[in-house]
């Protein structure tokens, strides 16, 4: 079989860009349904029942379960748990905790990929700032993806707005990457970084943003469990994440129920026309 030696980006048709939003749209309504769910006293495996249900009721696949081995359908990193967290009964959430869930489905052989960070009852400022900054950070990245922009354009406008706000440790190490008829395809989107490099955005093109901040040290671990990563301080960490495609009005954002409009708005961006 062959293997392309260069890394190419795949670049899909309009038709095929509206088959990803059927995914990308299945994945956002799912992290809504769990966003919705999140309590104190509620397991993690209780949010992995409710998205696997959810997304089988509607025709899709989750693309996590039985990927390398991950046993669930959504990561649950509760914390100073960075990503790549298991579901698990005996992980109830507690008031004051803070909780990512990334979650990706497959509808038709298309994906879509997002993640949330959502608060646990009441949090801290620092904990709420925490959330507020990676989640803006993560508009600012779909906000450069662009025609004509290059894809370290992305990776610049993610760091460069987390450190306008502060002292935070940006994860290195993980990031996103090109999406499409498989979840991770190349290129990967470093979360920091100078702008103007890598290759030049394409229309048809689809990427998964996703920055991880770190209330502290930028450092990581993973556990034994060959999965979870955490931050070496303990320190909480936050991670957003959606799914878009370049199209010639501007980023499209596949597992944004609205697509990104108020969002964009809320930047000024261009996008919204
Ligand atoms: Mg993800
Ligand atoms: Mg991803």
């Known amino acids: 079989m ?3 030696r260069r890394p190419a980006i795949q670049v899909k048709t309009a038709e095929q860009v509206e088959l990803m939003r059927a995914a990308g749209l299945l994945v956002g309504r799912t992290l809504e349904l769990l966003r919705d769910a999140v309590k104190p ?3 993690t495996k209780d949010l992995d029942v409710i998205a696997e249900a959810n997304i089988r009721d509607h025709g899709g ?3 996590f379960k039985g990927y390398h081995g991950f046993p669930a359908t959504i990561c649950a990193s509760v914390n ?3 990503v790549h967290g298991i579901p698990s009964s005996g992980k109830e959430l507690r008031d004051g905790d803070i909780i990512s869930i990334d979650c990706g489905a497959i509808v038709e052989g298309w994906h879509g990929d997002s993640a949330i960070t959502v608060p646990v009852g009441e949090v801290s400022a620092e904990q709420a700032r925490l959330l507020e900054v990676t ?4 508009w600012h990245g779909l906000a450069a993806g662009v025609a004509g922009a290059r ?3 992305m990776s610049h406008a993610i760091e460069s707005y987390i450190r306008s706000q502060g002292r935070y440790g940006i994860v290195e ?3 996103g990457h090109g999406i499409g008829t498989e979840m991770h395809m190349d290129p990967l989107i470093p979360n920091h970084g100078a702008p103007g490099h890598g290759p030049e955005l394409e229309v048809g093109m689809c990427f998964a943003v996703e920055p991880m901040v770190n209330l502290g040290t930028k450092d990581t671990l993973e ?9 070496t301080d303990g320190r909480h960490s936050a991670h957003f994440e959606h799914t878009f495609a370049v199209t010639p009005e501007g980023p499209r954002v596949l597992t944004a129920l609205d697509e990104g409009r108020e969002w964009f708005a809320k930047l000024g961006s261009s996008n919204s026309s």
């Open 2 to 4: 062959f293997r392309r």
């Open 41 to 43: 006293g509620i397991t």
């Open 61 to 63: 696949v989750p693309s």
């Open 80 to 82: 100073e748990e960075i």
């Open 135 to 138: 989640e803006t950070s993560l």
């Open 151 to 153: 894809l370290t354009d």
């Open 173 to 175: 190490g993980y990031g």
């Open 223 to 231: 556990l034994e469990d060959g999965w979870t990563v955490i931050t």
